[in-house]
Each structure stands twice: as structure tokens, then as C-alpha cells.
């Protein structure tokens, strides 16, 4: 993407661009210029934000025009603290003394990857197509939300919010009405592979180490790959220093609720005598005891996670090489709550909506059954070969290892896990990224190809069924061009994906799942040990097509997208043979491999505006989605209805089945600065419609509420000492989810709430140290609420209120001015 703007600047502004002017209203004479512009290629970066504060007024914000400059008139002579932001760069503070009648600056924007050639547009570590729908986190407001997992660090974004876990206050991102499975995780360009397949399995990924973390908004198979139907996060780390110097950061972080904390370190170092050579080390540990909600604690959901990392590369003009390995380790307590004796028990809690024996909880630190523990191995090796004019070769490959362990209640002599599974991973991807071909009239080709191969081995552990030993290949070959014009650019992508899986089934669960007709006899063959092996391939096609627009002249901060798309989504392991309960899995799950690929036609459009004083994104979306997977509670007949009866007691039985999807959506955000007052406002909502369209049409179940959110800040002046200070306040709304079907689920939707948020923050900035400092405040009016797409509506409230109080010291030493990612 930033290939991309700088592209769009040089083509649509004309050599000599006039500066983009703002005019203050004071007496004063002096003007002041800025130039600013890619650090890395001298590019210019337009529809920069710049923030000035001159002495003892408040703070106020412009943006740079298509040449990346802006003209300030009549101001007073002093000193003037300067801030240049944007999305996909790294901020930049300084003091400007203005003391001529014009003062000239140029301020050099650090881009958010590792490397950004001139000659290559498409970046590999942005991946998403400039005609969708995408928020990021860097700076600042990513370091607010350091010590949270990655489901909550984006639920503040517009159509993003969580699935809240039972373990441990873990979570995973809903995009669009989509969980799960149908939401990619990219970790440094790598596809993030675990047991995502369990409801309460989070994503095994470490904020922490995220320079930026970005959510692309709508279907993006073209090219990521066929889980990519709801949306993609990519989690991009910091760069590495390219320039000899130190840099790093220490931060600490100390929470109310659930009580505890930790503490993080980076240290970035390229060494002056071995030019080239860059290295890092990380890691952070995390601590907290049991959540307490308004009334009663959540017993047994302390966690502790701790994650430690390193690489080292060669960083050249012409080549990068990185290597490369991460850690991360998580215990985690499962809510005592979730313990289901009866049926009536389970019937009582939901009535009372308080759990059974609630008066026995306590919010002790030790973690015990039930409970998960988890190792996740990450290998990796990055290359990026420069072709001169040709472009670049970017190679990728990866081996992650996740091993995952889950204890139950059970006797005391009983000492390890009652389930194992264990899955490695291998990925190998290359793309060539061409440079921009000249078509003349004014537009130009920009794109990238490329291709990956995948293979996998699941082994799974267990007395008991619940998904089988599993070992697939998968591979698959896209290309992406964007035809860029002076006020229009046009994509079209494509892909191909092919998967080969082989499932191992004991006998006990190839009996089982034949006796519930839920098993494709005609694709196993029987061993000698009475069980089976199942094969099944897939070949997914996916297209995409869209464009962007800026309409006006007279107006370029005003831009209009649409994106159409044809995606394939092949059924992940859990869908096809799941038969079985988890004790963080507290329901009994079927799956069916009779299902096919679920294929999405999808349409999105939008309107954005990025201007002075206000920015603003209104979108709307429509999926069909042909013999979609549909993931459903499924209410029993007989002894324990609506539960069912097993040998380990009753639980919610929940099915996959196919059925013909429909979802119609839409996202609103805005940020609002208030001209020449230190006033903001901001806001989003979101709104998720789906349904089942089979005979005697329904709601889908948990498919997100409406959400509305408000929030004000008021910005304090700069001192000598301190910068970017703030006080805010706001709340967001969630109704009570009005459509759904009251057959197809054990409990009605829980009533509508509201969570009052406060906070405040400040910086204390020197030349080579920023310091940074703040306390928030979460349901401030201690609300007792459920949510509705999270399991833990049918036993307990959400957590009550909470602080958390946030301190980091970010340093630099000796670094050049070609910059580096702090």
C-alpha cells in the first residue's frame, strides 16, 4: 500500500505541487514548510497528519497535499512542537524554533516494514488490496492496549469484536459476523497455524511483538487463501535497524481486574563494525489471578504467559536475509462454571443467571483442573532478492509446532492431561512483485504472483474421540494487478488453492460416526485394526475485482470503493470429523464429512474522507454464501433435554451442517477535531444481518448484536517535559440481539448493556528516550452483562470493572538518519 500512494502522488499531483495551506487568524507573520516524505525511498507521503502546537495554544491538525508538503502562515515566532503521523509509518515528534520569516522542515516517515524498495509497489507485508476496507494500530494507540490478547486489541475497530473464551479471559476476533475459522491470522507474513478449531482456543499469537497490527474487512481469499471469507489480521512486527545504533523498549503493566500484570523488553542492535547485520531479542510474561465479575468471582480462570523471541538478519539494499524463532507459552485456568452435573442444574443456572454454587468460588492465582496448556514453536526464514528493474523476489519459509494440552476434573491420583494433540506445520511461499509498467494516457501497472505449499500433521491423544490423527497438503498459486490512474485504480486478482487431507479414525470413532450416518463411507478404507482411513481433496477457484475512486478534484480527500468476490472456503478438520467434548470445549460436537466447499459471493462498498478536521468511513456489505458451514446448537429429546446423555455426563450438542447463507451488513467511524479547540470526538457502530435461507427461513445464531460507540477527548497542552496528553472518556453500546431463532438454542439472547470507558495518558519525550504513561479504566459502572456470541453467556456475567495502569520507556542511541522502526 505505500508503494501505492506513493504512486498515486506521483501521478496525479503535478511536478510542482502547491503546498497544501492553513491559515491561523493571530497577527503574526512567519510561515512554516514541511516536507515529508519516506525516509527509506525520499518518496513523498501525502495525506500525512501533521499535528503543531505553538507556545501556549492548542494543538492543532492538517494534512499534507498529493506533493507531501503543507504551508502554516502567520504564526508567532518561539518554539513549536511538531507531529507527523501516518497509518503506515511510524510517528515522528520534534521542537521547531520558528525564527525566520520562513522556516523550512523535512521530516522523514520510517515505513512499517522491513524493507521498501522505490521500484516496487505491492508490499508483501501490507497484503491487502487498496480497494478494501482496512483499520490499523500502530504508535501510540497500539501501545494502549499492550497486555491484552489480540481478539481484544481490535475489538475498538468498527465490525470487529471478540468471542469470548472460558479460559483464562481469552478470546478470538468476529469480523463482519465471521468467527474463527473464516478469520486469517497473519504473523509476519506468515499464515498462523494452531487448533483454532475449538471455541476456546485463542489464537496463539504475542501482541507484544506488533509494530502495526491491521484488520482487512471483508473477503480477501484472492490473496491470502480460502479462510480468508470474513477478513484477515496482520500482525506486522517492528523492522529491524537498518542503520548501526541500539534501540528497544521496556514497558510494565499492572491490572485490577482479573488482578495482576507483567512486564515486556525489546532490544534492536546493528552494530557499527559488521555493516548489514541486525539483530533482535524479545519476551514479556504475563500474571493474573481469577475475574471477578459485578457479583461473584469466575473461579479458576487465572492464566499465566510468558513469550520470548530472537532473529538476526542482513539487511541491504539489495538483499535481505532473516531468521528467526518465537515462543510462547500459556497456562490457563477453564471456569469452574462450566461444570455441568444435570440437566436441571444446567437449567437452574441459566434461569437464576448466577452459577450453581457460586457462594464456593474464589479468586485465588493457582490454576487448576480443568484447565489448557500450551507450547507454540515458531521457525521462520524471510528473503527478499532485488531484480533491479525487473522488482523483487520475496521467499518465506516457516515451520510452527503447537502443542496443546487440556486437563479435566478428574480423580486426584490422575496427574496428566486427559487430551493431547500436537500439530507441525510447514509453509514455503514465493512471490515476485513486478515494478510499475509505464501504459501511457497517465495510468500504470502495479501487481504481484506468486505461490505457497503447505503440509501438515495433526496427532491427537485422548481415551475419548474428538477430532481424528489428521496429516494434508495444500498449495495454492494467485496473481494480483491494480491498473492505477490518475483519479481511478482498478484490481483484479485470482487464485487457486488444492488440498489433499488423509483422516486417521480409530475404530471406536469410525463406528460412532457411521452409526450417525455423519461419515462419507465411499472415501475410507478399513485397516487391520478395525479403524479407517478417510480421504478427501478439494480444488477451490477464488476471483476478486474492484476500484477506487477520488471524484473530485476540488476535493481529493474524498474517495469512493467497491469490491466484488467469488471465495471458496474448504472444510476445516473439526467440520468434517469432530465427535466429541474438550474440557474447554464444553459442548459435544459433530461434525460431517459430507460437507462440501462453501462458496461466498460477496459485494462491498464504501465512502471514506480523510480531511483536516474530520475523517470519516461508511461501508456496506452483502455474502451469499452457497452451502455455508453452519456451526448450530442443536436442542436434545428425552432424559436430559434439551442437554444430551453420555457416559461423561450431559452436554449441549452442537452441529455442522449446510445451509444457504445471508449476510448484509454495514460499519460506520469517524474521528472529530474540533478546528483550533483541543477537542476530539470519535465514533463507529456496526450492524450484522444473516440468515439461514433453507425452507421456513430463520436468523443464524451467534452472529453479533448492533454496537454503538462514543468517545471524547480532550488534549492538554505541551509543557517543556511532556507531549500528547489526554483525558477521555466514552462507552459503548450493545443491543440485545433481536433475530434469532428461539428453537435452535438453550438460552434467549441476554438483554442489551452499556460500558462506560475513562482514560488518560501523557509522553515525556528527550532526544533519545520516550517515556509513556496511562491509566484506563473498563465498565466503570460495574454493569453485569452477558455477551451473545460468547459461550459463557449460558453459565456467567462478563467480567466487572477494572484498571489498568501502563508505563514504557522506548530508547534509541546512535542510530543514522536513514532511520530505523522506533
Not at 491561523?24 to 527509506?40: G, I, M, Q
Not at 502443542?403 to 487430551?419: A, K, L
Not at 504481484?448 to 491427537?460: K, R
Not at 494480483?480 to 490518475?486: A, H, S, Y
Amino acid at each position: 500500500m505505500i508503494g501505492s500512494l506513493a504512486l498515486l502522488a506521483i501521478l496525479a499531483a503535478p511536478p510542482e505541487a502547491p503546498p497544501s495551506v492553513a491559515t491561523t487568524e493571530d497577527d503574526c507573520t512567519l510561515r512554516w514548510r514541511v516536507d515529508v516524505v519516506d525516509e527509506d525511498t525520499g518518496e513523498p507521503v501525502p495525506g500525512a497528519t501533521v499535528e503543531i502546537q505553538p507556545s501556549d495554544q492548542a494543538p492543532r491538525r492538517y494534512q499534507t497535499n498529493d506533493a507531501g508538503t503543507l504551508l502554516v502562515r502567520r504564526l508567532c515566532p518561539g518554539p513549536m512542537r511538531v507531529s507527523v503521523s501516518k497509518s503506515d509509518h511510524a510517528s515522528s515528534s520534534e521542537t521547531v524554533e520558528l525564527d525566520m520569516p520562513e522556516t523550512l522542515s523535512v521530516v522523514g516517515l520510517p515505513a512499517l516494514h522491513d524493507h521498501h524498495s522505490e521500484h516496487v509497489i505491492l508490499i508483501h507485508d501490507e497484503g491487502q488490496s487498496t480497494v478494501g476496507s482496512s483499520e490499523a494500530l500502530a504508535g501510540a494507540d497500539l501501545a494502549k492496549t499492550r497486555g491484552q490478547g489480540l481478539a481484544d486489541a481490535i475489538s475498538t475497530m468498527s465490525g470487529v469484536t471478540t468471542l469470548r473464551g472460558t479460559a483464562g479471559g481469552m478470546a478470538k476476533p468476529v469480523i463482519r459476523g465471521q468467527v474463527g475459522r473464516r478469520n486469517l491470522i497473519i504473523f509476519d507474513g506468515i499464515r498462523h497455524e494452531g487448533q483454532k478449531w475449538g471455541l476456546d482456543h485463542a489464537p496463539e499469537i504475542d501482541p507484544n511483538a506488533a509494530g502495526r497490527i491491521t484488520v482487512v474487512k471483508g473477503a480477501a481469499t484472492t490473496r491470502f487463501g480460502p479462510d480468508a471469507i470474513g477478513g484477515v489480521v496482520l500482525v506486522d512486527p517492528r523492522p529491524m535497524l537498518r542503520s548501526p545504533g541500539v534501540a528497544g523498549e521496556v514497558s510494565l503493566l499492572g491490572m485490577s481486574n482479573a488482578l495482576g500484570g507483567g512486564g515486556a523488553f525489546r532490544i534492536d542492535h546493528a552494530p557499527a563494525r559488521a555493516p548489514g547485520l541486525s539483530w533482535r531479542v524479545e519476551g514479556n510474561i504475563a500474571r493474573h489471578r481469577a475475574v471477578v465479575t459485578p457479583d461473584y468471582p469466575l473461579d479458576n480462570t487465572g492464566a499465566l504467559t510468558w513469550n520470548a523471541g530472537g532473529r538476526v538478519g542482513y539487511l541491504s539494499e539489495h538483499v535481505d536475509i532473516i531468521a528467526g524463532y518465537r515462543l510462547l507459552r500459556t497456562q490457563a485456568g477453564i471456569c469452574s462454571c462450566l461444570r455441568v452435573s444435570t440437566n436441571e442444574e444446567f437449567q437452574i443456572g441459566i434461569a437464576r443467571s448466577v452459577p450453581p454454587e457460586v457462594d464456593l468460588y474464589s479468586t485465588e492465582f493457582a490454576i487448576e483442573r480443568p484447565r489448557q496448556e500450551v507450547w507454540h514453536h515458531l521457525a521462520h526464514a524471510h528473503a527478499r532478492v532485488g531484480l533491479g528493474e525487473a522488482g523483487e523476489l520475496h521467499l518465506i519459509y516457516a515451520y510452527q509446532f503447537n502443542d496443546r494440552s487440556e486437563f479435566e476434573s478428574v480423580r486426584s491420583n490422575i496427574t496428566g492431561p486427559q487430551i493431547e494433540l500436537r500439530l507441525g506445520t510447514h509453509r514455503g511461499e514465493l512471490h515476485y512483485e513486478h515494478v510499475a509498467v509505464d501504459l501511457g494516457w497517465g495510468w500504470a501497472l502495479v501487481g504481484t504472483l506468486g505461490g505457497e505449499v503447505n503440509y501438515q500433521v495433526n496427532a491427537f491423544d485422548s481415551a475419548n474421540t474428538l477430532i481424528p490423527d489428521y496429516r494434508q497438503w495444500s498449495g495454492g498459486a494467485f496473481a494480483v494487478e491494480r491498473f492505477v490512474g490518475e483519479q481511478i485504480e482498478f484490481e483484479f486478482g485470482a487464485r487457486y488453492e488444492g488440498l489433499g487431507r488423509t483422516g486417521l479414525l480409530s475404530e471406536r470413532d469410525f463406528l460412532g460416526q457411521r452409526a450417525g450416518g455423519r461419515l462419507d463411507e465411499s472415501a475410507c478404507t478399513r485397516d487391520a485394526d478395525g479403524g479407517a482411513e478417510c480421504q478427501q481433496q478439494f480444488h477451490t477457484p477464488s476471483a476478486s475485482a474492484g476500484l477506487i475512486a477520488h471524484p473530485s478534484r476540488k476535493v481529493p480527500e474524498l474517495n469512493l470503493r467497491l469490491d466484488l468476490n467469488s471465495s471458496a472456503r474448504i472444510p476445516a478438520i473439526d467440520e468434517s470429523y469432530m465427535n466429541g467434548a474438550a474440557p474447554s470445549f464444553p459442548i459435544l460436537g459433530l461434525g460431517d464429512s459430507h460437507l462440501g466447499v462453501e462458496r461466498t459471493w460477496g459485494a462491498a462498498t464504501g465512502i471514506g474522507y480523510g480531511g483536516d478536521w474530520l475523517e470519516l468511513e461508511l461501508a456496506a456489505y452483502t455474502n451469499y454464501i452457497d452451502d455455508y458451514i453452519y456451526f448450530t446448537p442443536e436442542p436434545q429429546e428425552g432424559q436430559c433435554a434439551p442437554l444430551s446423555c453420555t457416559t461423561r455426563g450431559p452436554f449441549p450438542v452442537f452441529v455442522f451442517r449446510p445451509v444457504d447463507a445471508l449476510f448484509v451488513g454495514g460499519e460506520l467511524r469517524f474521528d472529530l477535531r474540533a478546528p483550533r479547540l483541543p477537542l476530539e470526538l470519535s465514533g463507529d457502530a456496526a450492524w450484522v444481518r444473516a440468515w439461514d435461507l433453507s425452507p421456513g427461513e430463520t436468523y443464524l445464531t451467534y452472529v453479533p448484536a448492533d454496537r454503538y460507540g462514543l468517545h471524547g477527548r480532550w488534549l492538554w497542552p505541551d509543557t517543556k517535559v511532556s507531549s500528547r496528553g489526554y483525558l477521555e472518556i466514552g462507552g459503548t453500546f450493545v443491543d440485545r440481539q433481536r433475530r434469532y431463532d428461539v428453537e435452535a438454542d438453550f438460552a434467549e439472547p441476554p438483554p442489551a448493556y452499556v460500558i462506560l470507558e475513562a482514560g488518560a495518558g501523557v509522553e515525556f519525550p528527550t532526544d533519545e528516550v520516550l517515556m509513556r504513561l496511562s491509566l484506563r479504566g473498563t465498565n466503570l459502572l460495574n454493569q453485569r452483562y452477558r455477551e451473545y456470541t460468547s459461550l459463557l453467556r449460558y453459565f456467567a456475567d462478563e467480567p466487572g470493572w477494572g484498571v489498568q495502569l501502563r508505563f514504557a520507556v522506548e530508547f534509541s542511541a546512535g542510530i543514522g538518519s536513514e532511520g530505523s522502526s522506533t
